[in-house]
């Protein structure tokens, strides 16, 4: 067979079996001549696009695919080019992830292999378990193996392909497939009992809680733990071996649902008090488990061990304390419990004396971080006051400080009983001073009044070439922050013509690097299609000399946020000045963090610039506006008046001068809007424009933006499982409320209605005011955008720093999306809270939204920026308790709010001082009277204020006061107000 024959055979086979037989009975030695022709043949029609050197027939075979190559990816040609790589190719070209044979080819490719026996299939075998994704099917391992292709593979991924395999349910598809159940599968294949032991070692879906897992399954179907207690029932499998797994499994390094599947397997084999004694040891090893419900799950056991008299209480003891190191309140009260057990056994046993460790294992209680739990100890203590000894309250002494606010009263009262065993002044109540605690006034300043910079934190220009290119080297590998990419920008622009005779030498790994694609999707190096991409294709230009572009297709999948045009338009324009080696200093460069330019050096720069001319109308212009700090306008207005023609008067009139738009000054529109936005950010300026006769519909134009949101819920239901679904929308709307409908700008009637004295219409995409609150994507599906990279969502906060509410709504668009999600790589949110890290801008109710969310959200990145952007937005007075309040009552409204992540969240922050207990108390207070106290884990709520008030106590107001005396009954909430209103 010839290269083109085999090209030829692989663009017309229309069927797989056929395609197979053609290379039934090939020697190794004519594979290896065909192999790099199929290679080459299946890159092509994956990428889509035909190499220089392809023949015509596969041109123009491509030629007739219209849309995205990924279309086609599935397709009899491109099914065919896989086989024949697997037919033909190395080991290193079947590696590739490109090389899938398709599902509906499994059976085909399973005797493809088979016909050549190839000496790679082992170590492919063991790279695809390697993989986060595998596409070998369990039967397929199975018949290899059996034929003797291959030895079991050791890889963990032949256990995760084992446990899915025997656990499918059949009914996927249009017609559902009969499964036997589990154990019947593991006994007509009895080899298969051996690697049961795997599944104990190895993270599984064998174990997952997941309901879905069994979604649709008929009603024979069995999951693993039934399966394998049927098993052990029959004698089958050693039941005590089954014990001994399920505990061991649970000290491997997997997921929490796959854990507490072990410890629920351990209690479905019930086993008995005898075979718990015998795991004592692995019981009490589990104590210090860093997951929650694992060391829960010791502790119910070792009680029934108490219960049953059969508890080794110096080992318990010994272990116990490690519990009250971990977060959880519940497992803090079950280790109390266990302990209080104990303590009433041994007491009884000794004639009044317990045993010492176990009141010095519930000392170790006082340490725990939640109120509760120190409570509980506290009264567990006093209950045995007596029996301690000096040493003992010597240890209960040392935690007075440390115990929350609301239980320093009982801790007083314990202390008292001490004796001289501990100083007198321990004794007393630790209170701030309350006398000495000023009110919490939050900062409520106008824009023009703020002052946001920093003369210690300036930003320092890059100095020379070798500190742009290491800078360049780091933001190729991850960029920590986006005032390093702002500082590569500077510095390429302006050191673009030092090239110097070794430049080419010192850049060469730098291009390597960005072409070959980088480890962190932080990266300049990974940069996605969107403004990310458009700033690699700048760097790329520097270092090669050679012009270079971006991707301008649309993606179906990826999110390009249309608030980056503007940027994307400036970063091609220094792309083209850097490569035609001019060197210039951009007026947008920021001076300091948060995306700032002090207005004295941005004049300087000006004076500069205006050399140039023509600069009124760039977008390096306008985009610098935006960026003017309200420092030190004056000053620069002084500087300001020796600039003549029109970026003269339009830097005058952003800085607050006399000047303002004339009739004959629509053809800089977008400039002097940008000007006036700079001036006022949130003024309506379609009164000062009126002369210039220019139809602007765009929110954040002439008129200022508004968001409008709403929070709220939908039932849902999957098989047995139901569910509210958060329900989280935003719009954006012109102020006045009007239409953001522009007038046409194409065809005839446009050039009438200029005649008869109709506006002149102007695109958003000129003005990035305007820019800011478009999003009209045509991703169909947003799996990934532009803010999935750290970077750039901390960069959209930088587009207009004097009002980035654009910014913080779109971080919250994104922290909803995730709500009830675990941090995650792939799609990180933590960059929107740099903007709540820029001090001196007032919070408003945007900030206020994108902080409650983080607070609420099961993200811990998220969480952990939220609660110490609180903690310095209160340190700082942008904190605003009434709007805080407003914010949280109108999201919890929705009722979806899990009210046990926020009361934590700010149960931290009151711990801090007295000034953020009083913020904190002050906004729960607001919020209180609007908030329905009698849903479930309200209480979470209650704790937070007890703790507040016990810190920095405030008057209960009217309403407060009216509607906690609304909580009857016995219940967390209602002991919690009775405490609060006592």
């Given at each position: 067979?010839t290269?083109?024959?085999?090209?030829?055979?692989?663009?017309?086979?229309?069927?797989?079996?056929?395609?197979?037989?053609?290379?039934?009975?090939?020697?190794?030695k004519?594979?290896?001549?065909?192999?790099?022709?199929?290679?080459k043949?299946?890159?092509?029609?994956?990428?889509?696009k035909?190499?220089?050197?392809?023949?015509?027939?596969?041109?123009?075979?491509?030629?007739?695919?219209?849309?995205?190559?990924?279309?086609?990816w599935?397709?009899?040609a491109?099914?065919?080019?896989?086989?024949?790589?697997?037919?033909?190719?190395?080991?290193?070209?079947?590696?590739k992830?490109?090389?899938?044979?398709?599902?509906?080819?499994?059976?085909?490719f399973?005797?493809?292999?088979?016909?050549?026996?190839?000496?790679w299939?082992?170590d492919?075998?063991?790279?695809?378990?390697?993989?986060?994704?595998?596409q070998?099917?369990f039967?397929t391992?199975?018949?290899?193996?059996?034929?003797?292709?291959?030895?079991?593979?050791?890889?963990?991924?032949?256990?995760?392909l084992f446990?899915?395999?025997?656990?499918?349910?059949?009914?996927?598809?249009?017609?559902?497939?009969?499964?036997?159940?589990?154990?019947?599968?593991?006994?007509?294949?009895?080899?298969?009992?051996?690697?049961?032991?795997?599944?104990?070692?190895?993270?599984?879906?064998?174990?997952?809680?997941?309901?879905w897992?069994?979604?649709?399954?008929?009603?024979?179907?069995?999951?693993?733990?039934?399966?394998?207690?049927?098993?052990a029932?029959?004698?089958?499998?050693d039941?005590?071996?089954?014990?001994?797994?399920?505990?061991?499994?649970?000290?491997?390094?997997?997921?929490?649902?796959?854990?507490?599947?072990?410890h629920?397997?351990?209690?479905?084999?019930e086993?008995s008090?005898s075979?718990?004694?015998?795991?004592?040891?692995?019981?009490?090893?589990?104590?210090?488990h860093?997951?929650g419900?694992?060391?829960?799950?010791a502790i119910?056991?070792?009680?029934q061990?108490?219960?049953?008299?059969?508890?080794?209480?110096d080992?318990?003891?010994?272990?116990?304390?490690s519990?009250f190191?971990?977060?959880?309140?519940?497992?803090?009260?079950?280790?109390?419990?266990l302990?209080?057990?104990?303590?009433?056994?041994?007491a009884t046993?000794?004639?009044?004396q317990?045993?010492?460790?176990?009141?010095?294992?519930t000392?170790?209680?006082?340490?725990?971080?939640?109120?509760?739990?120190?409570?509980?100890?506290?009264?567990l203590?006093?209950?045995?006051?007596?029996?301690?000894?000096r040493?003992?309250?010597?240890?209960?002494?040392?935690?007075?400080?440390?115990?929350?606010?609301?239980?320093?009263?009982?801790?007083?009262?314990?202390?008292g009983?001490?004796g001289?065993?501990?100083?007198?002044?321990?004794?007393?109540?630790?209170?701030?001073?309350?006398e000495?605690?000023?009110p919490y006034?939050?900062?409520?300043?106008?824009?023009?009044?703020c002052?946001?910079?920093d003369?210690?934190?300036?930003i320092?220009?890059?100095?020379?070439?070798?500190?742009?290119?290491?800078?360049?080297?780091?933001?190729?590998?991850?960029?920590?922050?986006v005032?390093?990419v702002?500082?590569?920008?500077?510095g390429?622009?302006?050191?673009?013509?030092?090239?110097?005779?070794?430049?080419q030498?010192?850049v060469?790994?730098?291009?390597?690097?960005?072409?070959?694609?980088?480890?962190?999707?932080?990266?300049l190096?990974?940069?996605?299609?969107?403004?990310?991409?458009?700033?690699?294709?700048?760097?790329?230009?520097?270092?090669?000399?050679?012009?270079?572009?971006?991707?301008k297709?649309?993606?179906?999948?990826?999110?390009?946020?249309?608030?980056?045009?503007?940027?994307?338009?400036?970063?091609?324009?220094?792309?083209?000045?850097?490569?035609?080696?001019?060197?210039?200093?951009?007026?947008?460069?920021?001076?300091?963090?948060?995306?700032?330019?002090?207005?004295?050096i941005?004049a300087?720069?000006?004076?500069?610039?205006?050399?140039?001319?023509?600069?009124?109308?760039?977008?390096d212009?306008?985009?610098?506006?935006?960026r003017?700090?309200?420092?030190?306008?004056?000053?620069?207005?002084q500087?300001a008046?020796?600039?003549s023609?029109?970026?003269?008067?339009?830097?005058?009139?952003a800085l607050?001068g006399?000047e303002?738009?004339?009739?004959?000054?629509?053809?800089?529109?977008?400039s002097?809007?940008t000007?006036?936005?700079?001036?006022?950010?949130?003024?309506?300026?379609?009164?000062?424009?009126?002369?210039l006769?220019?139809?602007?519909?765009?929110?954040?134009?002439?008129v200022?933006?508004?968001?409008r949101?709403?929070?709220?819920?939908?039932?849902?239901?999957?098989?047995?499982m139901?569910?509210?679904?958060?329900?989280?929308?935003i719009?954006?709307?012109r102020?006045?409320?009007?239409?953001?409908?522009?007038?046409?700008?194409?065809?005839?009637?446009?050039n009438?209605s200029?005649l008869?004295?109709?506006?002149?219409?102007?695109?958003?995409e000129?003005?990035?005011?305007?820019?800011?609150?478009?999003?009209?994507?045509k991703?169909?599906?947003?799996?990934?955008?532009?803010?999935?990279?750290?970077?750039?969502?901390?960069?959209?906060?930088y587009?207009?720093?004097?009002?980035?509410?654009?910014?913080?709504?779109?971080?919250?668009?994104?922290?909803?999306?995730r709500?009830?999600?675990?941090a995650?790589?792939?799609?990180?949110?933590?960059?929107?809270?740099k903007?709540?890290?820029?001090?001196?801008?007032?919070?408003?109710?945007?900030?206020?939204?994108?902080?409650?969310l983080?607070?609420?959200?099961?993200?811990?990145?998220?969480?952990g920026?939220?609660?110490?952007?609180?903690?310095?937005?209160?340190?700082?007075?942008?904190?605003?308790?009434?709007?805080f309040?407003?914010?949280?009552?109108?999201?919890s409204?929705?009722?979806?709010?899990?009210y046990n992540?926020?009361?934590?969240?700010?149960?931290?922050?009151?711990?801090?001082?007295p000034?953020?207990?009083?913020?904190t108390?002050?906004?729960?207070q607001?919020?209180?009277?609007?908030?329905d106290?009698?849903q479930?884990?309200?209480?979470?709520?209650?704790e937070?204020?007890?703790?507040a008030q016990?810190?920095?106590?405030?008057?209960?107001?009217?309403?407060?006061?009216?509607?906690?005396?609304?909580?009857?009954?016995?219940?967390k909430?209602?002991k919690l107000?009775?405490?609060?209103?006592?």
């Amino acid at each position: 067979m010839t290269p083109d024959e085999l090209e030829h055979l692989i663009l017309e086979t229309k069927d797989a079996e056929t395609f197979r037989l053609i290379f039934k009975g090939m020697d190794e030695k004519a594979r290896k001549k065909l192999s790099t022709t199929a290679s080459k043949v299946h890159r092509q029609l994956w990428d889509g696009k035909a190499n220089a050197s392809a023949s015509d027939r596969l041109k123009k075979f491509l030629k007739t695919r219209k849309d995205g190559s990924y279309q086609y990816w599935n397709s009899r040609a491109n099914s065919n080019a896989a086989l024949a790589v697997f037919a033909l190719g190395p080991l290193s070209a079947v590696k590739k992830w490109q090389t899938r044979a398709s599902y509906e080819d499994k059976e085909v490719f399973r005797e493809l292999i088979a016909d050549r026996r190839p000496e790679w299939l082992q170590d492919w075998i063991e790279h695809e378990f390697e993989q986060e994704w595998t596409q070998l099917e369990f039967p397929t391992i199975r018949a290899w193996i059996r034929d003797g292709l291959i030895s079991k593979p050791v890889s963990d991924g032949y256990y995760r392909l084992f446990a899915s395999h025997l656990m499918r349910t059949g009914f996927y598809g249009q017609n559902k497939t009969y499964v036997p159940p589990l154990s019947k599968q593991l006994l007509e294949d009895s080899v298969l009992l051996d690697d049961v032991e795997g599944l104990f070692r190895v993270e599984t879906t064998a174990f997952n809680t997941n309901s879905w897992l069994v979604k649709g399954a008929p009603d024979h179907y069995e999951t693993w733990p039934q399966a394998l207690v049927k098993l052990a029932q029959g004698g089958h499998y050693d039941r005590g071996k089954l014990l001994d797994l399920a505990l061991s499994g649970l000290q491997a390094d997997i997921k929490q649902n796959q854990l507490s599947g072990y410890h629920k397997f351990f209690k479905l084999m019930e086993p008995s008090g005898s075979e718990i004694a015998a795991r004592q040891s692995a019981l009490i090893a589990l104590l210090c488990h860093p997951v929650g419900h694992v060391a829960k799950f010791a502790i119910d056991m070792l009680a029934q061990l108490e219960k049953a008299k059969q508890l080794d209480d110096d080992r318990v003891l010994r272990e116990l304390p490690s519990v009250f190191s971990g977060e959880g309140k519940g497992n803090g009260i079950a280790a109390l419990r266990l302990l209080d057990k104990v303590l009433k056994r041994t007491a009884t046993k000794a004639k009044g004396q317990p045993n010492a460790n176990a009141l010095g294992a519930t000392i170790e209680g006082l340490r725990h971080a939640h109120a509760d739990v120190q409570a509980n100890a506290i009264a567990l203590l006093s209950a045995y006051a007596n029996s301690l000894d000096r040493a003992q309250w010597q240890d209960v002494e040392s935690f007075g400080s440390f115990v929350a606010a609301s239980n320093r009263a009982a801790m007083t009262d314990l202390l008292g009983h001490a004796g001289d065993a501990v100083e007198p002044e321990s004794i007393a109540v630790v209170q701030p001073a309350i006398e000495q605690l000023q009110p919490y006034v939050p900062d409520t300043r106008e824009f023009a009044q703020c002052s946001v910079l920093d003369g210690s934190n300036r930003i320092e220009p890059v100095e020379d070439l070798q500190e742009l290119i290491d800078l360049a080297f780091h933001c190729a590998e991850i960029v920590e922050d986006v005032d390093e990419v702002e500082r590569l920008l500077d510095g390429i622009s302006r050191l673009a013509d030092q090239r110097p005779a070794d430049f080419q030498d010192r850049v060469a790994p730098l291009i390597h690097r960005m072409q070959k694609g980088g480890t962190s999707y932080n990266g300049l190096a990974t940069a996605y299609p969107g403004v990310a991409e458009t700033m690699r294709a700048l760097v790329l230009t520097w270092a090669m000399g050679e012009l270079r572009g971006s991707h301008k297709q649309e993606l179906a999948y990826y999110v390009r946020e249309d608030a980056f045009v503007p940027m994307v338009a400036f970063l091609h324009g220094v792309s083209r000045h850097v490569h035609r080696r001019e060197p210039r200093q951009l007026l947008s460069t920021i001076t300091h963090p948060g995306g700032w330019i002090d207005p004295l050096i941005w004049a300087e720069r000006l004076q500069t610039a205006a050399q140039r001319g023509g600069i009124e109308d760039s977008t390096d212009f306008r985009l610098s506006l935006l960026r003017l700090a309200p420092d030190n306008r004056s000053e620069a207005l002084q500087k300001a008046e020796t600039l003549s023609g029109d970026a003269g008067r339009l830097a005058r009139f952003a800085l607050g001068g006399d000047e303002a738009p004339k009739s004959d000054d629509g053809k800089h529109y977008a400039s002097w809007l940008t000007a006036a936005r700079a001036r006022d950010p949130f003024a309506d300026w379609s009164e000062a424009f009126q002369s210039l006769d220019i139809d602007d519909p765009w929110p954040g134009g002439m008129v200022p933006a508004v968001h409008r949101w709403h929070s709220a819920s939908k039932a849902e239901q999957y098989g047995d499982m139901r569910w509210k679904a958060p329900i989280f929308e935003i719009k954006v709307e012109r102020a006045d409320g009007k239409s953001t409908a522009p007038m046409s700008s194409k065809g005839t009637f446009f050039n009438m209605s200029r005649l008869l004295g109709r506006k002149e219409s102007v695109e958003w995409e000129t003005i990035p005011t305007a820019a800011v609150y478009q999003h009209k994507s045509k991703a169909k599906y947003q799996w990934f955008g532009d803010l999935n990279t750290t970077w750039v969502a901390q960069w959209l906060a930088y587009i207009w720093p004097q009002h980035p509410d654009y910014a913080l709504y779109r971080g919250a668009r994104q922290l909803m999306q995730r709500v009830d999600d675990s941090a995650s790589n792939w799609t990180p949110t933590h960059g929107f809270f740099k903007a709540l890290f820029v001090r001196g801008r007032p919070w408003g109710e945007a900030e206020h939204l994108l902080l409650s969310l983080g607070l609420v959200g099961r993200d811990a990145d998220a969480k952990g920026l939220a609660v110490d952007a609180m903690v310095e937005g209160i340190e700082t007075r942008q904190f605003n308790p009434a709007c805080f309040a407003d914010v949280i009552a109108r999201v919890s409204a929705g009722g979806w709010l899990k009210y046990n992540r926020l009361g934590e969240s700010l149960k931290q922050v009151v711990q801090v001082s007295p000034v953020h207990a009083s913020a904190t108390g002050a906004a729960l207070q607001e919020w209180l009277p609007k908030f329905d106290l009698g849903q479930r884990n309200a209480f979470h709520v209650l704790e937070a204020l007890v703790e507040a008030q016990a810190i920095a106590p405030h008057p209960l107001s009217k309403e407060v006061r009216a509607a906690l005396a609304k909580l009857k009954g016995k219940t967390k909430t209602a002991k919690l107000a009775l405490q609060i209103l006592s």
